[in-house]
T-cell receptor, first 115, second 113 residues
């Protein structure tokens, strides 16, 4: 069975500072990893994904994530946070071996960027 | 623009009534659609997976007679909450998958009075 852990319920960052939202995963085979952002009362918006290749993945709105196989992590990062980045962030994993597009989501991390 | 359209975005209904939520893929054929439920400040919980033309597969603990899913075409899936009760109040999100694509709808906030 596949699973995702987001250890932090909330992350607070000052605008202009770098931010990191943590994610670790567990799958039986090779993972497909995703980050989504959700604004209040809205659906999920895709940020980025890792399937294969370069461990550093660049996505929308200046976000990036680094795939670390030995640590089974896929932390989301941004060099300089904006107040508008404040939202709920979800990490998700899909087990390649399992087939299909069934995603398992983490519990989400609320990012709050303050002036 | 949005590639998955979910409608309505918000619905308020009386207890005992049924509510239908539509999920449409706009520019690709969705062979599989997923329905999620999200409680405030919680993660998305997969309710069911539906493949076009066949019966939906429900996750453990989800009542199939309560949450009716129809996926009759490659561009449309519907979720009907039958005889809704206040405990069914939640945010429902669909996801459409096909042609190597996966997109989410914008969600439906259901409030049952």
């Amino acid at each position: 069975a596949q699973s995702v852990a987001q250890p932090e319920d909330q992350v607070n960052v000052a605008e202009g500072n770098p931010l990191t939202v943590k994610c670790t995963y567990s799958v039986s085979g090779n993972p497909y990893l995703f980050w989504y952002v959700q604004y209040p009362n809205r659906g999920l918006q895709f940020l980025l994904k890792y399937i294969t290749g370069d461990n550093l993945v660049k996505g929308s709105y200046g976000f990036e994530a680094e795939f670390n196989k030995s640590q089974t992590s896929f932390h989301l990062k941004k060099p300089s946070a904006l107040v508008s980045d404040s939202a709920l962030y979800f990490c998700a994993v899909r087990d390649v071996a399992g087939g299909g597009n069934k995603l398992t989501f983490g519990t989400g991390t609320q990012l709050k960027v303050e002036l | 623009g949005a590639v998955v359209s979910q409608h309505p975005s918000r619905v308020i209904c009386k207890s005992g009534t049924s509510v239908k939520i539509e999920c449409r893929s706009l520019d690709f054929q969705a062979t599989t659609m997923f329905w999620y439920r999200q409680f405030p400040k919680q993660s998305l919980m997969l309710m069911a997976t539906s493949n076009e033309g066949s019966k939906a597969t429900y996750e453990q603990g989800v009542e199939k007679d309560k949450f009716l899913i129809n996926h009759a075409s490659l561009t449309l899936s519907t979720l009907t909450v039958t005889s809704a009760h206040p405990e069914d109040s939640s945010f429902y999100i669909c996801s459409a998958s096909g042609e190597e694509k996966l997109f989410f709808g914008s969600g439906t906030q259901l409030s049952v009075l």
